[in-house]
Antibody, heavy 119, light 107 residues
Framework: EVQLVQSGAEVKKPGEPLKISCRASGYEFSNLWIGWVRQMPGKGLEWMGMVYPDDSDTRYSPSFEGQVTISADKSITTAYLQWRGLKASDTAIYYC????????????WGRGTLVIVSS | DIQMTQSPSSLSASLGDRVTITCRADRPISTYLHWYQQKSGKAPTLLIYAASNLQTGVPSRFSGSGSGTDFSLTIDSLQPEDFATYYCLQSHTPPGTFGQGTQVDIK
């Protein structure tokens, strides 16, 4: 059974760094794209970007390029999303998402990590 | 970046109604279009992949159609558990782009 287990909720101050994680199991982690979807309070879904764990190739949506870093450690089947300095506007739920190999659909989701950024 | 326009943004319907939601891409995406349902406080779930293929376990009252730039999701005979928000996703250009969402609520 495919599982994506995300790290717990975070409360941070503006300017602080943060790295959240998503541990995958139940499939060959290295060979499928995995990424992150943002959902701001009361808003829709936004694909932020994704990483191919085998070679760490990354693809970002234009809105998120340079704003976050997506990475993966295939030795521990874990994907990461990190910020160097958070802003209040980063307050959102972040979903880990696995992209299927055939048509690029997101076929498995984590439960989400709530990030609150407030002074 | 491919833009997806989803409509309507919300609709009210009654149990048993037939509901149709549409998504339009600003350039052709073949059938790289997928539909998701999201209930309040939960992660989305995949309903339809590649425009018209029903995901395993999804009731047959859900169906999808379209190719190129115009796509639709239809729910035949709306059930109580179908009241939720629905999103389309294009995966033609990685990583992908979601539509703005359609909230389906009870009339």
């Amino acid at each position: 059974e495919v599982q994506l287990v995300q790290s717990g909720a975070e409360v941070k101050k503006p300017g602080e760094p943060l790295k959240i994680s998503c541990r995958a199991s139940g499939y060959e982690f290295s060979n499928l794209w995995i990424g992150w979807v943002r959902q701001m309070p009361g808003k829709g879904l936004e694909w932020m970007g994704m990483v191919y764990p085998d070679d760490s190739d990354t693809r970002y949506s234009p809105s998120f390029e340079g704003q976050v870093t997506i990475s993966a450690d295939k030795s521990i089947t874990t994907a990461y999303l990190q910020w160097r300095g958070l802003k209040a506007s980063d307050t959102a739920i972040y979903y880990c998402a696995r992209r299927d190999q055939f048509v690029g659909a997101i076929d498995h989701w984590g439960r989400g990590t709530l990030v609150i950024v407030s002074s | 970046d491919i833009q997806m326009t989803q409509s309507p943004s919300s609709l009210s319907a009654s149990l048993g109604d037939r509901v149709t939601i549409t998504c339009r891409a600003d350039r052709p995406i073949s059938t790289y279009l997928h539909w998701y349902q999201q209930k309040s406080g939960k992660a989305p779930t995949l309903l339809i992949y590649a425009a018209s293929n029903l995901q395993t376990g999804v009731p047959s009252r859900f169906s999808g159609s379209g190719s190129g730039t115009d796509f639709s999701l239809t729910i035949d005979s709306l059930q109580p558990e179908d009241f939720a928000t629905y999103y389309c996703l294009q995966s033609h250009t990685p990583p992908g782009t979601f539509g703005q969402g359609t909230q389906v609520d009870i009339k």
